[in-house]
Nanobody
Framework: VQLQASGGGLVQAGGSLRLSCVAS????????MGWFRQAPGKEREIVAG????????LYLDSVKGRFTVSRDNAKNTVYLQMDSLKPEDTAVYYC???????????????????WGQGTQVTVSS
């Protein structure tokens, strides 16, 4: 079972990036998926979560209106569109999948079973 995150990079403030997370080894179409981030010296925090159907989402307050999470279950892929990026968005971004099926959207890292390797997002001022 593997989650592969990609799409990070260096962007100027106000710019956009789209992260992708492809799952392999099993289907995650029934799992809640989350995007977390961790900046140096800080705890890992949830940025966005999406339920199994894509019908419900959750966002960190500071990214509401700027980030959009979506998923394509046929491709076993979840996305995070990040617009109007700010320097404070700089962090390593991780995708994660829940162990449970058809569950609520969890906001704690320990509620997710599977993790991708992380992709660096750096926003310059």
């Amino acid at each position: 079972v593997q989650l592969q995150a990609s799409g990070g990079g260096l962007v100027q403030a106000g710019g956009s990036l789209r992260l992708s997370c492809v799952a392999s080894g099993r289907s995650f179409s029934a799992s809640t998926m989350g995007w977390f981030r961790q900046a140096p010296g800080k705890e890992r925090e949830i940025v966005a979560g999406i339920n199994w159907s894509g019908g419900r989402t959750l966002y960190l307050d500071s990214v509401k209106g700027r980030f959009t999470v979506s998923r394509d279950n046929a491709k076993n892929t979840v996305y995070l569109q990040m617009d109007s990026l700010k320097p404070e968005d700089t962090a390593v971004y991780y995708c994660a999948a829940s162990r449970d099926y058809f569950s609520a959207i969890y906001d704690k890292p320990n509620e997710y079973e599977y993790w991708g390797q992380g992709t660096q997002v750096t926003v310059s001022s």
